[in-house]
């Protein structure tokens, strides 16, 4: 009986020194998921939280190619994505569907989690915001919005573009594998503003490419504050109604409304291939210049600390068929293919993806061989 009772009483201490510290969030987020079912994060959670609509306006079907879904995946990529538990994957060529297929529940109407693509998209969002003149250009310091940078000795040159390419020299490290990581937090936190705002910036800005997530929370801080609209409002009006997205979306929010830039934007794998095509055709959209084009090109170009990104986009320039892609925990990708005409939207739930040197997801090179129509140097 005293076992029990001591085990007992040291189970109580330790829940009380959690939630009376940094870690309470680990409370929120046991209970969101047992109640609302998966206990790691899904590519399934737009009800797990508070959300903002994207809205859509005048809605327009992607036409289907002469031969859709005539196409017999490779075994090798059949294997693949059985492993990495595919939910979609829909490949559009010359502006047309060839290939869509669903597995695991998911259907056409399915809402499912970018998690990291909707960074490539928050760099969208600042091209879109530069040409409406909220921003002056992707230099502009972040100080100018929070005043508090001034007062850090390295703090007072971090800019936009520093947030972007990664190069934000900030005191975060990037952990996805267990739950007392900055990111874990960062997922289920009440109050993102808090949290962002808190981290401090440790070494220059520019000098060193590390991929830190909440660089991106920074830019979705930077653009509420310009441009006066929260970020859901923002991407609806320059991207999800001029593109005719079939579907809206919902953008999850901490408690205090403000959206979780670094990620989760809830759409449809088939308007996820629609900002893979806009990007395909250099920011413009039926004859209107959506983007930018002189900005759609530095975004697309990588940088000398890392070649393989660019502003929150991948780049793989190693092979004989160059291509650009948005990446997202758990295997989410859209894939672009400038000399192909082909873009390719996958997604998943898997996170053991093999990496190459370079921290590229090997399965985006697979994918890009499955459906290239000239031959590409293998991954082996």
């Given at each position: 009986?005293k ?15 959690i ?14 998921n ?57 490949v ?32 969208i ?14 230099d ?29 020299g ?20 009440d ?19 590390e ?12 653009l509420?504050?310009a441009?006066?609209k929260?970020?859901a ?34 759409a ?8 893979g095509?806009?990007i ?24 000398k ?9 991948w ?14 925990f ?8 400038p ?15 093999k990496v ?25």
């Amino acid at each position: 009986m005293k076992k029990v009772l001591a085990i007992f009483l040291a189970g109580t201490a330790a829940t009380a020194v959690i939630y009376l510290s940094r870690y309470s969030y680990l409370f929120k987020a046991i209970g969101i998921n047992l109640k609302e079912g998966s206990l790691t994060p899904s590519t399934d959670d737009a009800e797990k939280f508070p959300y903002h609509v994207v809205q859509k306006s005048l809605p327009e079907k992607w036409k289907t190619a002469s031969n859709y879904n005539q196409k017999i995946l490779s075994e090798r990529l059949t294997k693949d994505l059985k492993k990495t538990r595919a939910s979609s994957l829909l490949v559009i060529q010359d502006g047309k569907i060839v290939l869509e297929q669903y597995w695991k529940d998911h259907n056409a109407s399915s809402l499912i989690n970018s998690f990291s693509m909707a960074k490539g998209i928050l760099s969208i969002l600042v091209g879109c915001a530069i040409a409406d003149g909220y921003l002056d250009s992707e230099d502009a310091l972040i100080s100018s919005f929070f005043p508090q940078y001034n007062e850090s000795h390295y703090g007072k040159h971090l800019t936009l573009k520093h947030l972007m390419t990664m190069q934000a020299g900030l005191d975060w490290e990037e952990e996805y594998h267990h739950p007392f990581a900055p990111n874990s937090e960062q997922y289920f936190v009440d109050d993102l503003a808090a949290q962002a705002l808190g981290v401090e910036v440790k070494e220059m800005p520019g000098e060193k490419y590390e991929y830190q997530s909440v660089a991106a929370q920074l830019i979705g801080l930077v653009l509420i504050k310009a441009t006066g609209k929260n970020l859901a409002d923002y991407l609806s009006e320059k991207i999800w109604k001029p593109l005719k997205m079939e579907s809206s979306a919902k953008w999850s929010t901490d408690e205090k409304s403000m959206e979780k830039a670094f990620c989760c934007i809830h759409a449809t794998t088939r308007d996820f291939a629609r900002i893979g095509q806009l990007i395909l055709q250099n920011g413009n959209w039926e004859g209107k210049q959506l983007i930018d084009q002189e900005f759609c090109k530095r975004m697309l170009t990588p940088t000398k600390q890392n070649t393989a990104f660019c502003y929150t986009i991948w780049a793989d320039d190693d092979d004989d068929v160059n291509y650009r892609f948005f990446y997202g925990f758990l295997g989410q990708f859209i894939i672009i293919i400038p000399e192909e005409n082909l873009v390719i939207v996958k997604t998943g739930m898997y996170n053991r993806l093999k990496v190459d040197e370079k921290k590229r997801p090997t399965q985006a090179k697979l994918l890009v061989q499955e459906f290239v129509r000239k031959k590409q140097s293998s991954l082996d």
